[in-house]
């Protein structure tokens, strides 16, 4: 069924069935006009020709009919001779007629005027003649009219098939670049801005590819312009931040200084963040590869950031070491762990941190019991600056730099983040890194 749906959403098949029928339909009314056309002309034309052939023959026999002369007349000649009389029967080749076979026209033939009748027996010409009692019948036993028909198909099918192939080497090559537009058009809309459609042709289908190539230019320009200005912004803000922190360290111990402080301290980690996550995007920041245990990460990340959080751990005590960039990593789960605590509905809910590993991939799963997030929005979260609250309000987390900064991070790694959630009953997101990394392990 599978196969059947991929022909039905096939321009090209479509195209091809189209001519495949209106071949067949040419062809069979060119057969059905050339066989009209020929019994015609033999009726018109050759009946005159095969009934005086035939009435010469009938003069030999004369009448009441000699069998003896008919013997010797249908040793010689391609015909078969019946003869009906009131007294007896005779057949040269033994068959009678069977008048349910019979398609004949009535005429009179002869000086004398003999009624006859002339036409076709089980497609053989006949010429049947009335005297005397007597029905004497000469049958031609040559099918030369079923020859030319069967040569007429052969040359009929041949060219058929001659033009379907010609009209499908014609499809095929006109519709192949929409092969390579789809898989390119795929690619980009993927996340691959520098892919180009490798297509070079006059038509609309050259038209087509430029204007996306066209397209994908411009995506690549206005993201690289983001990320220049994000960049440029970012850098221009740590100046002011750390001559603020420097003022509010010799101000007087306050709670206004104490809110303050954090404020620039929040400050000063989106502005890292957003440096540290278009670094990554843009390639621009190497990663500092080594071999190391993913669960002694969990683990220092724990004890230096949530020693007192509610966080139950459940990891693989086989994981192999892997190569990877250890910080980043660990930035990585602490962000995670981060949001997983501020997503739980109460202080006491646990966060499960788990492990595991198989051939190809080794995969870190943070869970929490939260509210969950739509469907529809979890494609978003890794967005910059997206925040399902959009009241951003310090309780419900931080700027919605987090997942983005941790997309980077994985993706550099040549990982995948995967985000799967229901709404009332929590969100699970997995790190999923390379077990054999492509990575070289001294990348600087």
């Known amino acids: 069924m599978r196969f059947f749906r991929r022909l039905g959403r096939s321009i090209s098949i479509k195209i091809i069935l189209v001519f495949i029928s209106a071949s067949a339909l040419l062809a069979w009314g060119l057969w059905f006009s050339l066989g009209i056309t020929f019994e015609r002309q033999l009726s018109d034309s050759i009946r005159p020709y095969f009934s005086n052939y035939l009435i010469s023959l009938q003069n030999e026999v004369g009448f009441p009919p000699d069998i003896n002369v008919a013997k010797r007349i249908t040793e010689q000649a391609p015909v078969n001779i019946v003869i009906e009389a009131p007294t007896f029967s005779w057949a040269s080749n033994g068959d ?17 005027g003999i009624t006859s009748e002339a036409g076709f027996y089980k497609d053989n010409f006949i010429l049947r003649t009335f005297n005397q009692g007597y029905i004497t019948s000469f049958i031609i036993t040559e099918k030369l009219h079923k020859t030319t028909r069967v040569k007429e198909i052969l040359i009929t099918v041949i060219a058929a098939l001659f033009i379907i192939g010609l009209i499908y080497a014609f499809v095929y090559f006109t519709f192949r670049p929409f092969k390579i537009i789809q898989q390119g058009v795929k690619q980009i809309g993927d996340g691959d801005f520098s892919h180009r459609l490798p297509i070079n042709r006059r038509d609309e289908l050259g038209d087509l590819s430029k204007s996306i190539n066209k397209m994908a230019d411009n ?166 600056f997206y925040r399902i609250d959009h009241s951003r309000q310090r309780s419900t987390g931080g700027f919605g730099i987090g997942l983005y900064l941790i997309k980077a991070i994985i993706d550099a790694h040549q990982g995948e983040l995967i985000i799967q959630s229901r709404v009332d009953q929590g969100t699970v997101v997995h790190i999923v890194l390379p077990v054999l990394s492509a990575l070289p392990i001294d990348a600087t």
């Open 219 to 384: 995506i690549e320009q206005m993201l690289e312009a983001k990320r220049q200005l994000l960049l440029a912004i970012s850098h221009e803000l740590r100046t002011p931040i750390t001559r603020a922190k420097i003022a509010l360290s010799m101000m007087d111990d306050s709670h206004q200084k104490a809110s303050a402080e954090e404020d620039m301290n929040e400050m000063e980690s989106l502005i890292h963040e957003l440096l540290e996550s278009e670094r990554l995007k843009g390639n621009h920041a190497p990663l500092d590869l080594s071999k190391a245990n993913v669960n002694d990460v969990i683990y220092q990340i724990q004890g230096r950031f949530f020693e007192n959080a509610p966080v139950v751990f459940n990891l693989d005590s086989q994981l192999p070491e892997i190569t990877i960039d250890a910080n980043r990593i660990g930035l990585a789960i602490k962000n995670l762990i981060k949001n997983a605590l501020t997503a739980n509905r109460q202080p006491d809910d646990k966060v499960i941190i788990s492990t595991a590993c198989d051939e190809q991939t080794l995969t870190i799963s943070v869970e929490d019991s939260g509210v969950g997030i739509p469907a529809e929005k979890i494609k978003l979260l890794t967005e910059p």
């Open 96 to 112: 009678f007629i069977d008048k349910d076979y019979l398609d004949v026209k009535i005429q009179r033939v002869g000086p004398q």
